[in-house]
């Protein structure tokens, strides 16, 4: 049987390219340690690698999720914490200045830390974060929390313009954690302060006159509700800190055996490839050989 010049040289170009592509394929996957570079390789186990994946990419969105609204609350409650270590002794002031054997020096040398009180409480309700945002506006993030208004009467000057709306923050599937703060209500005790300090200030005060004992009861009250406010607020966010933190080891776990199974499905068998190689190379290297030699054969170099 006679075969054509032109259909043999096809048939071994055929076979060399078919060749060498293997090799580039082993190759590259030895190169990767990857056994599935495309779809093709293995349609069933890519298309599980790719759902593997989506879900790798979900699961470290909540992960980093997590992890920038734990930075946010751990930073809002040692605000929330240093206010309460504020409050308690600015109480205890206001509880000595109701004694009523105080005389007027007395009561006036209770201003000035009143006075830092006051303004430490303000500076710290109206603080901001490394972005700039307002830590307790509630979701008006721009603007300060605690205006005051030096034209209003006495009494009145402060006021919470914030709002007390989520900014609800997805960390698991149908999971969502508050990632701000309001500090509704500390306006009052802002007020009250001014009027106190207003009434101690006032010559001749006396913790026995029966309108200064209302105005510091009154504030009394006021560092009562304060305290409620902000002590519930730091007890929320140490539990939420905790979900937080089992929530996050848990998303770890799913990582970590999601990672696995990829691993699994796509590593590549070393010595199975190593070998694929071999022979592959060997049959290139013959197809060459033969070719070479066929190609210097002629009809005469058998007559």
């Known amino acids: 049987m006679r075969i054509a010049t ?10 060399l390219q078919i060749n060498q592509e293997r090799i580039t394929h082993l190759t590259q ?3 990767s340690n990857k056994r599935i570079l495309v779809p093709s390789d293995d349609p069933v186990d890519s298309v599980r ?3 593997l994946a ?4 979900t699961v470290q969105q909540y992960r980093d999720n997590i992890a920038s609204i734990k930075i946010r609350m751990n930073k809002t409650e040692g605000t929330l914490q240093n206010m309460t270590d504020e409050l308690i002794p600015g109480r205890d002031l206001l509880v000595w200045a109701s004694d009523g054997s105080n005389a007027p020096e007395d009561l006036q040398s209770m201003v000035s830390p009143l006075e830092s009180l006051r303004d430490s409480l303000l500076y710290s309700a109206n603080s901001i974060d490394q972005e700039g945002n307002y830590n307790f506006s509630g979701t008006l993030t721009k603007t300060a929390p605690i205006a005051y208004d030096p034209a209003a009467a006495l009494g009145s000057r402060y006021s919470y313009v914030g709002n007390i709306n989520s900014q609800n923050v997805v960390v698991g599937n149908g999971i969502t954690q508050p990632g701000n703060q309001n500090l509704q209500g500390i306006e009052k005790l802002l007020n009250h302060l001014e009027l106190a300090i207003a009434g ?6 006396s913790a026995s006159d029966p309108a200064l004992r209302s105005v510091l009861s009154n504030a009394l009250d006021g560092f009562d509700d304060a305290l409620d406010l902000v002590s519930s607020k730091v007890a929320t966010l140490g539990g939420a800190q905790n979900i937080m933190k089992t ?14 199974a990829i691993t699994d499905i796509s ?3 070393v010595g199975e490839a190593a070998t694929s190689l071999n022979g592959y190379s060997t049959a290139l290297q013959a197809t060459y050989k033969a070719y070479s030699r ?8 058998v007559l």
């Open 200 to 205: 101690l200030k006032a010559p001749g005060a």
């Open 29 to 31: 996957q030895l190169a």
């Open 54 to 57: 989506r879900e790798e990419a």
């Open 6 to 15: 032109s259909q043999y040289q096809s048939t071994m170009n055929q076979s």
């Open 267 to 269: 590593a590549l068998d």
């Open 247 to 260: 929530l996050d080891a848990n998303h770890a776990n799913i990582s970590l055996s999601n990672k696995i």
């Open 294 to 301: 066929i190609g210097t054969l002629s009809l005469f170099s």
């Open 49 to 51: 690698l790719a759902r």
